[in-house]
Nanobody, 115 residues
């Protein structure tokens, strides 16, 4: 059973930073890419950033320059979030894309940006 465990969420003031981590375990296949998505109350889940096992990263256009995704190319992915804004408040989910078109999600971690 593939399991993704996120950590690092919390409450931060506007302008602050947080670093999210996600560790995948139990995968019988190669993890081709890992990424972060977020879902704010009343909104659809949206892509934040993706990184493949070669290190190539893609970001939502609106988040470029403030968020940075990185990983070990195997089973760990990070999301460094800087200059956070109240509109970044959401549940952040980690996703792993495996071979054979399989995908798995983490349980989510809450990020709240508020003064």
């Amino acid at each position: 059973q593939v399991r993704l465990v996120e950590s690092g969420g919390g409450l931060v003031q506007p302008g602050g930073s947080l670093r999210l981590s996600c560790v995948a375990s139990g995968s019988p296949y190669t993890i081709n890419a890992m990424g972060w998505y977020r879902q704010a109350p009343g909104k659809q889940r949206e892509l934040v950033a993706l990184i493949d096992r070669g290190g190539d990263a893609n970001y939502a256009d609106s988040l470029k320059g403030r968020f940075t995704i990185s990983g070990n190319g195997k089973n760990i992915v990070y999301l460094q979030m800087d200059n956070l804004k109240p509109e970044d408040t959401a549940v952040y989910y980690c996703k792993a894309d495996l071979s054979y078109f399989q995908s798995y999600w983490g349980q989510g971690t809450q990020v709240t940006v508020s003064s």
